[in-house]
Nanobody, 122 residues
């Protein structure tokens, strides 16, 4: 019923920029939080940034000041502008929609995108 699709990953050089985009589709009434997780090689998946419907944004310490999350509540989209990328940012990035409410009233705790690879390397 609800699908989350992300795009924008790729190979960039250190210091470069990349923009990830994500869209949730389906019979959606509201999404409390949309954001991005990433899974570094050999590591657990971690929260990178998220934004709630009221505009409050959270950033993981290592990306704060470099990454910017932007959300359009009406369109159910969210993007992640990544600047000053570092090799340590190399990971699979996942879009996440949390606390999704469908038109039928069904609450969905989390809906995940398929993941997009970001590789920062020279």
């Amino acid at each position: 019923q609800v699908q989350v699709v992300e795009s924008g990953g790729g190979l960039v050089q250190p210091g470069g920029s990349l923009r990830l985009s994500c869209a949730a589709s389906g019979s959606i009434t509201s999404i409390h939080s949309m954001g991005w997780f990433r899974q570094l090689p050999g590591k657990q998946r971690e929260l990178v940034a998220r934004q709630t419907t009221d505009g409050s944004a959270f950033y993981e310490d290592s990306v704060r000041g470099r990454f910017t999350v932007s959300r359009d509540n009406a369109k159910h989209t969210v993007s992640l502008q990544m600047n000053s990328l570092k090799p340590e940012d190399t990971a699979v990035y996942y879009c996440n929609a949390n606390r999704v409410v469908t038109i039928s009233g069904d609450p969905l705790g989390n809906v995940w995108g398929q993941g997009t690879q970001v590789t920062v390397s020279s």
